[in-house]
């Protein structure tokens, strides 16, 4: 039963480039949550969606980011026109629909030069 | 709305010692409470979590945690350092559908 799975693992991109992040949840798990962690930081919130919908995007910024969970396939985290500010590593979580049952993936880190 | 508060962004000791991390919690309803441990470049392991059983919750890796509810505390222990626990700690607590995490700490192992 394979983990959360992310990738990339390391992804570089110029300022002005679009990042896409992906994330594939668990088998079974239907909600899928989004962090990102600067460095020397904690992690912060960004966004949680189920399938098809965004339950809850109170930690993206207002602009140049958003995700999505189709019914098919995985969730993105898209970045548009990426700033060296954005350089960071992020995170996803997968849970089933009961609570405590959260499962991180090993990250994306992003590096805008 | 829920929130978590870490003491002591760095945290030394010597191998074979006793490891205390701190975590206070906030919360309105009653709290489920996590500890994630991040190893450099990597992502987060869940050690431990309380879901309103017992109070004293055993992890992995010969860590525990107790529920306080009078002090709002879930401090994570573990009785003798190993070299190999050198990593970030994070606590967190569920609320509003979503994790809210500490700000971290980060634990030294001195030979």
């Known amino acids: 039963n394979a983990g959360v799975m992310q990738n990339p693992r390391h992804l570089v991109r110029r300022r002005g480039q679009e990042a896409r992040l992906r994330c594939s949840p668990m088998k079974g798990h239907s909600h899928v949550y989004w962090y990102r962690q600067l460095p020397e930081e904690g992690l912060k919130f960004m966004v949680y969606?189920?399938?098809?919908?965004?339950?809850?995007e109170s930690g993206m910024p207002k602009e140049r980011f958003s995700a999505e969970f189709p019914k098919e396939g995985p969730s993105i985290l898209r970045i548009q026109q990426v700033v060296r500010g954005d350089s960071a590593a992020y995170f996803c979580?997968?849970?089933?629909?009961?609570?405590?049952?959260?499962?991180f993936g090993s990250g994306t880190r992003l590096t805008v030069v | 709305a829920q929130s978590v508060t870490q003491l002591g962004s760095h945290v030394s000791v010597s191998e074979g010692a006793l490891v205390l991390l701190r975590c206070n919690y906030s919360?309105?309803?009653?709290?489920?409470l996590f500890w994630y441990v991040q190893y450099p470049n990597q992502g987060l392991q869940l050690l431990l979590k309380y879901t309103s059983a017992a109070t004293l919750v055993k992890g992995i890796n010969g860590f525990e945690a107790e529920f306080k509810k009078s002090e709002t505390s879930f401090h994570l222990t573990k009785p003798s350092a190993h070299m190999s626990d050198a990593a970030e700690y994070f606590c967190a607590v569920e609320g509003a559908q979503k994790l809210v995490f500490g700000q971290g700490t980060r634990l030294t192992i001195n030979p």
């Open positions: 979580a997968s849970s089933p629909p009961l609570r405590s049952g959260y499962t």
């Open positions: 919360s309105s309803v009653p709290p489920y």
């Open positions: 969606l189920q399938k098809e919908n965004i339950i809850d």
